[in-house]
Structure formats: structure tokens, C-alpha cells
């Protein structure tokens, strides 16, 4: 028995095995080699992220759902008769502890709309959600929200939820240009909930990246599995070290792969080896932290208003409420 059945509607685009290969094989034999990070998230990587959030390192999950949980009353009384809509809903953690704070005979006005890449995930969702809030109603949005950004019209007034510093994982122009069709897509009214991980002492913030159990390596190497899988190449994870380092000047923690030995590693899509030398690095993640001053930038270039910035006692993750 799958329970009920959202309503989804489906703007993914499946890409070929070939475009694919060629997204990864180029960022292989590029001068700076490097993995997008979506390829983390296979199933393997998907469940070890969810043991990352539980580590005592690593902060950002644990922080930014204990500010939801006590900003959610306040939230939620600009969500009367709203559209909640959350981008990359994940496990619906996060979107439970606004809607905890719904009153009972509010929760009816309520349509939940997660946009995620996956159908499992927005189906589990929604059973859950609706089991546990009598009276949500759930629409499903399956997309990449990259590549797919789209809010279906409305009359009622939106709320869009953009958690877990995901905006972090973007380039510069990237997050930029993100930011900017999400503002152009709003109607005057709506709000923005941004959740951002902070600038803060290095230490912590690369301890967070370099736990002592070694989870974050363990999800560090099986991006290379996950490539295998994906693409037919023969990596062998064993052969590298996981490196996480914060980068000052650009504000971001880096990870990366670095290259035990000289090794050759072929796939069935290319005819060329890809010779990798002992201390060659495999760029795979970018994680942006943030500042006040970015959060003002970013209302300069959207034009949305900051209407309140929630933070913890440490300053170390924010939720930043914009209206437009
Ligand atoms: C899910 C992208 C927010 O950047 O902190 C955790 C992913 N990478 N540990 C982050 C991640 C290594 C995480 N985000």
C-alpha cells in the first residue's frame, strides 16, 4: 500500500548516458580537474550525507533546524492561506518544523509544494506530511530547480524555502543568476526564507569538513564510485586522500581528491586514458559561507527586502526572511 498520491508535475529532462559522460569527462581532463557535486548523491552518498548531519562537527544541520523550530511561529503567521513552496525538499525535516507551528484549524489554507530531482522523495514526503498535518494538501514538483525554475501561477501569496545553504554549493555567477530569476519569478507579497552558513573561524569550520570518524571522507571517495557507476570507469577510491580546506579569499571550503599514486583510468565513453599523477587533486565541492554584507548584496541585486535575519546565539547560520 503507497497511501496517498500527490499530484506531481514533472519538468525533468532525462539526460543521456553519452551527456552525462561528457559533463563528467570533460571536468576530468580539464587543466583544474574537477566532479560536479551532484554526483555525490547516489544512494550510498545520500545516506552517508545524512550521517554527516548527525556528527558532532558538523554544525550547519543542527543549527539552522534548531532556528527554524524557534522562528516557526512567527513564520508561519505570514503563511495564512500561502503556498509553501520548498526548493530541494530532501527528507521534510526541515519543512515539518515550520509547519508544526500551523494551527490545526489553519493547516487546510496550507499547499506544500516540494520541488526535488527525485519522485521518491516527494511521494514519501507527502504521505508523511499529509499523515501528520490532516488537511495539507501536497503538490509535487519534480525538477531541477537549476535548470527548471518554476512557480505554477497563483492567487494565494507564496512563501519559498531555500534551506540548508544549498545556495553555497553554487559559483559566484551561478548563485547569482539563481537568485536573480527566483526575484523575477515572485510576485510582489512573496516571501524568501534563505538559510546560509555563516564565515566563521576556520577551525570549526574545517573541522566540520574533516570529522574524526571519517564520514566525510568515506562520502568525499564515493563520489568516485558513484562515477564509476555512472560512466564505466574504473576509479579506485582507496587511492586517494579526502582534502577539505577552507579558502580564504573566496570564502569557501573546498574539497577535493588527491591522488595517492600515477594511475591511468579509463571509461568505455572515451578512447583516451585519463592520466592522473601522484598529488594530482580532483575538485569536488564548493561550500560558500556567508556574511552580512552578502545577505545586503543580495537584496541590492534582487530588489528584495530583508525583512529579518534569524541567526543562533553563535552567529554561525542565518535564515534570512526577503520579501519582495
Ligand atoms: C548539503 C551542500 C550544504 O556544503 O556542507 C557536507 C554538503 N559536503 N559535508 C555542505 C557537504 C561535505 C553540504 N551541503
Not at 570549526?204 to 564505466?232: R, S, W
Not at 577535493?256 to 592520466?275: C, G, N, R
Request: negative net charge; contains cysteine; aromatic residues 10%.
Amino acid at each position: 500500500d503507497i497511501g496517498y498520491e500527490p499530484q506531481i508535475k514533472d519538468y525533468l529532462e532525462t539526460e543521456s548516458e553519452q551527456e552525462v559522460a561528457d559533463l563528467i569527462l570533460s571536468g576530468l581532463k580539464a587543466t583544474s580537474r574537477h566532479i560536479s557535486s551532484r554526483f555525490f548523491y547516489d544512494e550510498k552518498g545520500s545516506l552517508l550525507f545524512e550521517d554527516i548531519t548527525r556528527l558532532p562537527e558538523y554544525y550547519p544541520t543542527r543549527t539552522e533546524k534548531s532556528i527554524i523550530r524557534e522562528v516557526a511561529p512567527e513564520i508561519v503567521e505570514k503563511l495564512d492561506g500561502s503556498q509553501l513552496i520548498e526548493l530541494g525538499s530532501g527528507d521534510c525535516s526541515k519543512i515539518s518544523l515550520v509547519l508544526k507551528a500551523v494551527p490545526e484549524k489553519k493547516m487546510w489554507s496550507v499547499e506544500y509544494l516540494p520541488v526535488d530531482v527525485s519522485r521518491w522523495s516527494i511521494i514519501k514526503s507527502a504521505q508523511i506530511l499529509t499523515s501528520r498535518f490532516p488537511g495539507l494538501t501536497v503538490k509535487g514538483v519534480l525538477a531541477d530547480f537549476l535548470k527548471h525554475l518554476r512557480f505554477p501561477a497563483t492567487d494565494k501569496p507564496r512563501m519559498i524555502c531555500f534551506f540548508g545553504s544549498t545556495l553555497g554549493n553554487f559559483d559566484r555567477p551561478v548563485a547569482h543568476q539563481f537568485l536573480l530569476n527566483v526575484a523575477s519569478m515572485m510576485d510582489a507579497g512573496d516571501h524568501l526564507l534563505l538559510g546560509l552558513d555563516m564565515v566563521k573561524n576556520p577551525k570549526v569550520l574545517e573541522a566540520a569538513y574533516n570529522d574524526k570518524e571519517g564520514v566525510t571522507e568515506a562520502f568525499n571517495k564515493n563520489i568516485l564510485n558513484a562515477v564509476n557507476h555512472q560512466i564505466g570507469t574504473n576509479f579506485n577510491p582507496e587511492m586517494f586522500l579526502h582534502r577539505a580546506f577552507f579558502n580564504a579569499k573566496d570564502k569557501r571550503i573546498e574539497m577535493h581528491l588527491e591522488a595517492l599514486q600515477d594511475m591511468k583510468v579509463s571509461s568505455p565513453f572515451t578512447e583516451t586514458y585519463l592520466a592522473l599523477k601522484k598529488g594530482e587533486m580532483i575538485h569536488t565541492e564548493n561550500s560558500y559561507k556567508f556574511s552580512r554584507e552578502d545577505i545586503s548584496e543580495i537584496s541590492a541585486f534582487t530588489g528584495l527586502k530583508v525583512k529579518e535575519v534569524y541567526s543562533d546565539d553563535r552567529g554561525w547560520f542565518s535564515l534570512t526572511c526577503f520579501q519582495k
